[in-house]
Nanobody
């Protein structure tokens, strides 16, 4: 399974960005998908996830109410809509995939940098 994240960039605080992650190499609809981020000097942290059928989403407390995850099984893609961005959202954002039988995310994309200026 290969994942390619895109859509990062520089945005002012309060602005919005939409990240995309294209998935290839396997049956997309069999995978739950997650977004993670790693800020400079910090450990990677969970941002949110979406279930195989797209009916369930989960978010970290730090982004709940501001970020939304969605998936398009026809396009083999998952998205992260980020609104009301804050400087502390600055990080490299990664998408990841796992099957329901996996307890961890074995498949990762290369990351895309989001920089939020104050």
């Amino acid at each position: 399974v290969q994942l390619q994240a895109s859509g990062g960039g520089l945005v002012q605080a309060g602005g919005s960005l939409r990240l995309s992650c294209a998935v290839s190499g396997s049956t997309f609809s069999r995978y739950a998908l997650g977004w993670f981020r790693q800020a400079p000097g910090k450990e990677r942290e969970f941002v949110g996830s979406i279930s195989v059928n797209g009916e369930s989403t989960y978010y970290s407390d730090s982004v709940k109410g501001r970020f939304t995850i969605s998936r398009d099984n026809a396009k083999n893609s998952v998205y992260l809509q980020m609104n009301s961005l804050k400087p502390e959202d600055t990080a490299v954002y990664y998408c990841a995939a796992r099957k329901n039988t996996d307890s961890i995310y074995p498949y990762w994309g290369q990351g895309t940098l989001v920089t939020v200026s104050s």
